[in-house]
């Protein structure tokens, strides 16, 4: 029997070497390019030395500048946000966090907690209120939860608010907030007679302060705060109406994590291509490293974490926009993407020798930030034991 025509292959793709991009439509390439080219022109030229100076100057405009590209609330539908797929966030949260962590920070907190939030468990009015002008980058909005003494145990929060006639009286700290000093709302958490709730707080209300985290060794181009609630007086109308209990908060949070698991290869493929290149240039014993067998075995093995962490994060994608994403595969996705995007950023150091702990190069602020997104939004160790307990059924939180 005749075997038929002979098909060719196409070439080994470096870049590509998995073929992933043909599990994506052309919808999809043309908003990871779109993002891609922004990041080229509008991070990348700065990003070093913002880092170096431990400062984001002109988010303002930079948030406006991702309303216009529809980056803000993406993934969410009506009152002015693109209502992408989840993929396409995917592919964004990449590119951004390609360029740096911070700037995927910004548009993470400011769609996938804040403009989530109020999107999920707002009502009407708080919807149409703040989410057109979030969507655009007009407004930009915060997430308190984490708390100066209560991290990765949320329900043991002291941040609390109680009824006053109609209204509602706010009072207590939350720490470690991305974009909480230059916020125009702050979506807070806070324990009251009915259980925990969430509430809308406009950052011009007499009592609230955000002063700002200086001395930053990672994030260090990202705006963090703190927020002090200081007897916040909020109408009856400021608290979200649809949610009780920690449900509401990490529901928000699942939402960012799926964030993370694209980003953090964004950061990754920054320093795996930061290597490459390097290993091609770069001379010792009268040829180029990447000719030694130990550099290619380096190098190798970052593509392998690499484009494997890309495909994990592409399915826990297509899962969730079919609806079917479970909170635990968004735990085995981030403790997995993160943690080899960490390797791959020190092997890469490696690679470059005393020349990867310079900001000529990408790699040590990736590293560095990389530390912050491996504890931020649930520890390696919280989503183990996330994992432990769908794994084996036993809790092993208390």
Known sequence: MSEGPTRSLPPFDPADPLGIDDLLAPEDLAVRATVRQWAADRVLPHIADWYERGELPGIRELARELGSLGALGMSLTGYGCAGASAVQYGLACLELEAADSGIRSLVSVQGSLAMYAIHRFGSDEQKERWLPRMATGEVIGCFGLTEPDHGSDPAAMRTHAKRDGSDWVLT??????????????????????????????????????????????????????????????????????????????????????????????????????????????????????????????????????????????????????????????????????VREAIEICRTARTILGANGISLEYPVMRHATNLESVLTYEGTVEMHQLVLGKALTGLDAFR
């Open 172 to 337: 207590g700290r939350k720490m470690w907030i991305t974009n909480g000093s230059v916020a125009g709302v702050a979506v807070v958490w806070a324990r009251t007679d009915d259980g925990i709730r969430g509430f809308a707080v406009p950052t011009d209300s007499p009592g609230f302060s955000a002063p700002e985290i200086r001395h930053k060794w990672s994030l260090r181009a990202s705006v963090t705060s703190e927020l002090v609630m200081d007897e916040v007086r909020l109408p009856a109308d400021a608290v979200l109406p649809e949610v009780t209990g920690l449900r509401g908060p990490l529901s928000c949070l699942s939402h960012a994590r799926y964030g993370i698991v694209w980003g953090a290869m964004g950061a990754a493929r920054a320093c795996f291509e930061a290597a490459l290149d390097y290993s091609r240039s770069r001379e010792q014993f009268g040829r180029p490293i990447g000719g030694f067998q130990l550099t290619q075995a380096k190098l190798a093995d970052m593509a392998v974490e690499l484009h494997k962490g890309v495909l994990l994060a592409h399915h826990l994608g297509r899962r969730m926009d079919s609806g079917t994403l479970r909170p635990e595969q968004v735990s085995f996705g981030k403790l997995n993407n």
